[in-house]
């Protein structure tokens, strides 16, 4: 069983940075696979990054490349996502989720745990 709280969300102008928290409850943290999604309004829920057990293996989708950069630190039980040059788009309900397959969280968008979320908004 894994319980995921996530923080740093708020209101941000495009440009700005914001750098989201997830804390994991659990001892077997350090072996799931780790994924941040996002759910703007009146769309459906869609796969951000993920971050394999290890940290090793990242993947994102294409609109967040070169701007968004997801980690972690299996001593804290913790993932962060670190989002620079927010644009208005990226405006949405950010949600930390974890699995025990990557292949699940990167493909699938699903995932056996997740957290309650955190509002982004990127002002223009």
């Known amino acids: 069983q894994v319980q995921l709280v996530e923080s740093g969300g708020g209101l941000v102008q495009a440009g700005g940075s914001v750098r989201l928290s997830c804390a994991a409850s659990?001892?077997?943290?350090?072996?799931?696979?780790m994924g941040w999604f996002r759910q703007a309004p009146g769309k459906e829920r869609e796969f951000v990054a993920a971050i394999s057990w290890s940290g090793s293996t990242t993947y994102y989708r294409d609109s967040v490349k070169g701007r968004f950069t997801v980690s972690r630190d299996n001593a804290k039980n913790m993932v962060y996502l670190q989002m620079n040059s927010l644009k208005p788009e990226d405006t949405a309900v950010y949600y930390c989720a974890a699995d025990n397959n990557l292949y699940s969280i990167r493909v699938l968008s699903t995932a056996d745990y997740w957290g309650q979320g955190t509002q982004v908004t990127v002002s223009a």
């Open positions: 659990g001892r077997t943290f350090s072996t799931y696979a």
